[in-house]
């Protein structure tokens, strides 16, 4: 699971231009890692068959 340091954290949430009170980055660092693994998915090269839109069945070595 990814981990974040505050430091991290605050830069980011500055760097984005967000005004959060405490109760919101607390619950938005808590969800970070979620964040974290879904970017790293979205960024990896995939085959038209990975679009589940647009197919009806596919398999794990679609998705590869």
């Given at each position: ?30 969800i970070?890692a ?15 068959m ?15």
């Amino acid at each position: 699971m990814a981990e974040i340091t505050d430091e991290a954290f605050e830069f980011l949430i500055a760097r984005a231009g967000l005004d959060l009170n405490d109760e919101q980055k607390a619950e938005l660092k808590g969800i970070y890692a979620g964040i974290a693994t879904m970017a790293d998915r979205v960024r990896k090269p995939r085959g038209r068959m990975a679009e589940p839109a647009h197919v009806y069945d596919f398999t794990e070595e679609d998705l590869a």
